[in-house]
């Protein structure tokens, strides 16, 4: 099968449980409109070329090229990733308290993306797991950081 056809089907299940979990948590307009950018062209185009179908393709982008125009474009014009919520101002990067809402879509997202590249393999810990390993490299306002990982362990507990 094509690996844009592969790249699609993807994506709209990552869509597809995120929208499960948001739904859930009454965050219905948000999880309808979650991740529509990934099917504008900008995304597409370029995560479709470097689809592995275990992960996401953009770090397979910023391998090789050393940035990504669909993750620039995506992180951008999605309010549920905490790069989203930083500034730079004065010579330094500054993160910016998250709203809740966006702070549950993150939630959502994380565990939606487990769902989607774990398949069959997929456990209610593999999300806390996710966040957990990468942390420290989370550039978040503190209250936001702690209240997504207590989301996080709840859902392990599930």
């Excluded at 994506?11 to 009454?26: A, L, Q």
């Excluded at 219905?28 to 479709?48: C, M, N, P, R």
Aim: charged share 30%; glycine share 6%; aromatic share 16%.
């Amino acid at each position: 099968m094509n690996k844009y056809i592969k790249h699609f089907i993807v994506i709209t299940k990552h869509k597809y449980y995120v929208m499960i979990e948001c739904f859930k948590r009454g965050l219905y307009w948000q999880g309808i409109v979650h991740d529509l950018s990934k099917y504008s062209l900008t995304e597409f185009k370029e995560s479709a070329k470097y689809f592995q179908g275990n992960g996401t393709p953009i770090n397979k982008i910023k391998e090789e090229l050393g940035y990504s125009i669909a993750w620039l474009n995506h992180k951008g014009k999605n309010k549920h990733h905490w790069e989203y919520w930083t500034d730079f101002y004065h010579g330094e990067v500054r993160p910016i308290k998250i709203p809740v809402k966006y702070i549950e879509e993150m939630c959502c997202d994380m565990i939606g993306a487990s769902k989607a590249y774990n398949k069959k393999k997929y456990n209610s810990k593999e999300p806390l797991k996710y966040f957990l390993d990468r942390k420290d490299n989370f550039l978040m306002e503190e209250t936001s950081k702690v209240y997504l990982e207590s989301l996080l362990r709840y859902n392990s507990l599930q």
